[in-house]
């Protein structure tokens, strides 16, 4: 465990620029720095009581402020407290089960990496994300092929409904497609994580094609857990997705858009539109699910519609490394970000009838 931190005197005024990982976002009325899961469910409960509004501030990676800010309390979760413990084995795989308990504050990489070092599979894929632990079950936070709804055993959340706390297990975090309970709702404020880990040298099996190739294997290897962790973080680089003070390009909030989950006869239509703007024979990407879905590639429905990368005229631009993130590569307002995204989204649909949803969460602003 980590040691304890109290919880801040209020803050006024605090700029939340300075919070996020796109550099945008105007002051909070209030900011309270809460350092431990006690103090985190008493700033809301008292911001509650006060009858301000409240917003919950992790790592500020998937985050769209308004340029005015936020009118009321913002709580800057940044308890570090982690704890592991042994569950007995797998009878499946012959593994044993570690779980480890984290609050909401601990940052997520770290906490991957410390993973790895203790030779526990289950989130190596998740590697160089930015962010804390407290949004991942969320988002259901991933990448590669692997998110955290796989390996989460518990939520502890604070219920400011009922004013108690309560413990969650995975079922009940309705977790799909980078969306849960949690999220679009803030009656949940998450305090801590479980999640359940395989004691192994070797990751889980890929279940991602580009992970594979980098690799040098086949979906549905294992390799070991630093050859998977090295990997994805050099493929991570490559996007502009590893958080990088000298890359402009890394001054995002990652991933703005999901990928598109359409049914079969959606996707049948997207296919005729690229044959018709694309060209006879044109191949579209898309990775059928269990349910008869299929999910296309945002970052390919970008490009294919004219916004290739580095794309834009004003201070904010698409990556010059992926087409999937915008950013604020210096003098952008939450305005501007706004702009591009809606030109995107709105091209997009044109070419191709397929309405782009963002993944960060929007504050003060709609896209």
Not at 151 to 178: I, P, Q
Not at 255 to 273: G, Q
Not at 307 to 314: A, E, I, L, M, R
């Amino acid at each position: 465990m980590s040691a304890v931190h109290e919880a801040t005197a209020p803050e006024e005024r605090a700029l939340l620029a300075d919070y996020t990982t796109l550099g945008l976002g105007g002051p909070a009325k209030t900011m309270v720095v809460a350092g431990g899961t006690d103090d985190l469910v008493a700033a809301v409960a008292a911001a509650d009581a006060a009858g301000e509004p409240v917003l919950v501030l992790g790592g500020g990676s998937n985050l769209v402020v308004a340029d005015d800010g936020f009118p009321g309390t913002v709580v800057h979760a940044d308890a570090r407290g982690m704890w592991f413990e042994e569950a007995g084995t797998d009878a499946r795989e012959g593994e044993d089960v570690v779980l480890l308990r984290a609050e909401a504050g601990v940052e997520w990489d770290p906490l991957v990496e410390r993973t790895v070092a203790e030779g526990l599979s289950g989130i190596e894929f998740l590697s160089g994300i930015p962010g804390r632990v407290g949004s991942t079950p969320i988002q259901n936070v991933g990448a590669y092929g692997q998110d955290v709804s796989q390996t989460v055993r518990e939520v502890l959340v604070y219920d400011r409904t009922t004013g108690e706390r309560r413990v969650m297990g995975n079922a009940d975090c309705g977790f799909t497609y980078r969306d849960s309970v949690f999220k679009g709702d803030d009656r949940y404020v998450v305090c801590e994580v479980v999640f359940a880990l395989r004691r192994s040298p070797l990751s889980r099996p890929i279940r991602y094609a580009e992970v594979a190739r980098a690799l040098g294997t086949e979906a549905g290897a294992r390799v070991p857990l630093e050859q998977a962790r090295e990997t994805v973080l050099g493929l991570r680089r490559g996007k502009g997705m590893v958080l990088d003070p000298a890359d402009p390009d890394t001054r995002s909030a990652g991933s703005f858009f999901t990928n598109p989950v359409l049914s079969a006869a959606e996707f049948d239509a997207v296919r005729e539109r690229a044959a018709a703007l694309l060209g006879p024979g044109t191949e579209v990407p898309g990775h059928p699910d269990a349910d008869g879905r299929v999910k296309l590639s945002a970052a390919w429905l970008i490009d294919r519609a004219g916004f290739t990368k580095g794309y834009g005229d004003g201070p904010a631009r698409i990556s010059g490394k992926h087409t999937l993130a915008l950013t604020n590569p210096g003098g952008a307002s939450t305005r501007d970000l706004l702009e591009l995204a809606r030109e995107v989204r709105a091209g997009v649909e044109r070419a191709f009838g397929v309405r782009l949803v963002n993944e960060p969460v929007m504050v003060g602003v709609s896209l």
